[in-house]
């Protein structure tokens, strides 16, 4: 059996890989390489050289490599084993131990690294995760290659991850600025109702000429005050005459129960009703009513009248309000009068004339007209 060279067998990758010492081989160095050595090698032992040494060749600085390139399609990075040979200096092999450590022993097996050589890329590997511990492999298996995307078309962009965003502080909207109330529609207030006029019941004094002749009955009922005949009175006013019915109603009952009245006379008393059957009716109209209810007496929209057959007297409101020239602003009297002297037509008396100069005129003279010279009067007993 012929001598066994003894070598390290250290792999590596190119000659410019750095070393752990911080060295980088140099491959134009004149160093030779260590001698190999014989066992039993004895100072006078055969030396075996290399062959570039025996052809007087300079022996090319070739570091033993045994160069894995893991392609990670994955991952897309190629990777090369670099040894960390503890201690010594860097080795470096002539071809034919390249050679033999690539061609292996003969049984087709890479030989064995030195078990305390460290691997720089099985440090990286084991960083990214790629096996590399005893009985790993790193044959890479069926690998899948992505389909390309038609021609003229784009491929999908990977998604981009979501950038971190700051909250989005809230919006702050500013208020409507306040609306003061707007204020209600101001009502007039209306006027006060006016006050009825005692002796009368008015609360305006603008005549119109007609009013179409509506008549409206004032309710109420008022027995007779006295002894004698009752004559029972229903009191009607036209509609839109400007007084008030109830006041009117008491003011005729009032004159006419009065004891200078009718019942000093002719023994009678009134009483007041709103009865259909009311045995005389006492009727306040506008001028052109007045006209209508008193035909076919001519009352030529100024004068009022009375009918006994008929039983109702007819007030001219124009007359009401005015009173006649020969009372002055005595209006008062003349109403008394007015009163009186219609209802006594109903009662069944006539005209009479004056009897006098400066006598006082019996409530039958026609003083809406004149009193020929007699002083007024509104009674029939003054």
Known sequence: MGPRIRANRERSTRGDEEWDDGRVPDPDASTDPQPPVVDGGAADAPVVRHPDRVRGRRPRPVVAVLACLGVGFGAGVATAEVWDVPGGPVPTAS???VSAALAGDGTGQVPDRAPDAVSRSEEARAVLGTPDAPGATDAPGPVTLPTPPPPGTLAPLAPLAPLA???????????????????AA?????????????????????????????LVVVPGEVPAPGPGTVRSVRVEAELGLPLDGDVLAEAVLATLNDPRGWGATDRVTFSRTAADDASIRVVLASPATTDRLCAPLQTEGRYSCGNSVTG????????????????????????????NHEVGHVLGHGHEPCPAPGAVAPVMVQQSISTEGCVPNGWPSP
């Open 186 to 214: 101001l009502v007039p207030t209306p006027p006060p109702d006016p006050v009825p006029e005692p002796g009368s019941g008015l609360t305006g004094k603008k005549v119109v000429a007609d009013l179409g002749g509506t």
């Open 95 to 97: 071809a034919p131990v």
């Open 312 to 339: 109702v007297a007819v007030l001219n409101f124009e007359r009401w309000v005015q009173g006649a020239p020969d009372f002055g602003d005595d209006v008062a009297t003349y109403r008394q009068y007015l009163v």
């Open 165 to 183: 965003s700051s909250p989005t502080p809230p919006v702050r909207v500013p208020a409507a600025p306040e609306v003061p109330p707007t204020p």
